[in-house]
């Protein structure tokens, strides 16, 4: 098993800056790509950013250019360097990992950071 803990959120004022944190522990062994979703009130939960064990990014059209993915294998650790932030960013941000162990793929969540930007 893996648990990822999610840190940093917070209530930030439009066009300031939160950087959250995503600690993985347990059996980090396998972890490939990690990343963070987030599901505003009412909504689906949708992709922010991913990154690969290799350091490869993929972003959601709504935050290229303001958020910044990354992450130290080391540490098993994810960051998600929020800037610009909008009202519309307001959500719970969800830390997401996967994992392949022998021969299978497993999937792991963080319990979620709420994130709120205020006008």
């Known amino acids: 098993q893996v648990q990822l803990v999610e840190s940093g959120g917070g209530l930030v004022q439009a066009g300031g800056s939160l950087r959250l944190s995503c600690a993985a522990s347990?059996?980090?062994?396998?972890?490939?790509?990690m990343g963070w979703y987030r599901q505003a009130p009412g909504k689906e939960r949708e992709l922010v950013a991913t990154i690969s064990s290799g350091g490869s990014t993929n972003y959601a059209d709504s935050v290229k250019g303001r958020f910044t993915i990354s992450r130290d294998n080391a540490k098993n650790t994810v960051y998600l360097q929020m800037n610009s932030l909008k009202p519309e960013d307001t959500a719970v941000f969800y830390c997401?990992?996967?994992?392949?162990?022998?021969?299978?793929?497993?999937?792991?969540w963080g319990q979620g950071t709420q994130v709120a930007v205020s006008s």
């Open positions: 997401n990992a996967r994992r392949r162990a022998w021969g299978k793929d497993y999937e792991y």
């Open positions: 347990g059996s980090t062994f396998g972890i490939n790509g």
